[in-house]
């Protein structure tokens, strides 16, 4: 289960697993707060579930904040109370005949092993999607980003984020990928938060440091648009854009750009 040679080795946690199909480790993680990863994650995860028949699960590792939960809780408030939004969700789950998928809370040293738990117990998803926060020179998320196979690290214009994000993601491929003690098949930075649909100049220069860097971001780019912070209210008409027990609303889905980062997405991880 481990190898371990003195104080200063890394512990990989190397899971034997006994299911027909192994479903695929993805981590949207980051060192610092603000980037959209917890966003990111639930829409990518809805995407997939809900629109295209994926089965995925979803580990909450984040416990400084457990936002996954958070919008589980507001997903219950607001499709039990509005009436437009309670229809929607009868209507939606009337044709779709599986249940949302599975948010597990957790913390990064117990996140590994909640997972194959649940897996051994039955949970058959296709991807499990982790959401993680945390500095590299911790441990305990040493050891389960190096159960990963992909991660996925949100990148965006503000400076300090910036930094933080490709710090994050080189000392995970200097320290981890690159000494080949880690399940890790591809680190992709992804451009969130941008002032517009397409990268902008910045967003290129920053690109080609990051080829320097051995790095590299994604093709697609999702704008700051409020539209991604659309999860619903008691009242009103509004469709749900942040959900994790809906699809997105295909009108705000429209000029979103968040099919196209699904798709590229799901050629990476390959599901």
Known sequence: MANVANQNTIILFTPNRNYMREPVFVAFATQKGGAGKST???????????????????????????????????????????????????????????????IILSNPAEAAKVALDRLEEGATPQVVFFDITGTINDLDI?????????????????????????????????????????????????????PTKSKTRLCEVIDSYLDELGLRSLDTVLSNSSRFFKDGAPTGRTGLF?????????????????????AEIRKIIEV
């Not at 295209?52 to 109370?81: A, F, K, P």
């Not at 949100?154 to 994000?165: E, F, G, H, L, R």
Request: hydrophobic letters at 35%; proline letters at 4%; aromatic letters at 8%.
């Open 142 to 194: 040493v050891r389960l980003l190096s159960v990963m196979e992909y991660l996925f690290v949100p990148i965006t214009t503000d400076t300090a984020d910036m930094k933080s994000s490709i710090r994050f993601a080189s000392q995970v491929v200097n320290n981890m990928v690159t000494t080949g003690k880690t399940k890790i098949k591809g680190v992709n930075l992804v451009w969130n938060r941008v």
């Open 40 to 102: 990111l994650t639930a829409l990518t995860a809805s995407c997939l579930h809900y629109l295209e028949g994926i089965d995925v699960m979803v580990i909450d590792c984040d416990d400084r904040q457990h936002s996954l939960n958070d919008y589980r809780d507001n997903d219950l408030v607001v499709t039990g109370e509005n009436p437009y939004l309670k229809r929607a969700m009868y209507n939606f789950y009337k044709r779709f005949q599986k249940k949302p998928y599975e």
């Open 242 to 262: 942040r959900s994790t027990m809906l699809p997105p609303d295909k009108q705000l889905l429209k000029g979103s750009n968040l099919p196209e980062l699904v």
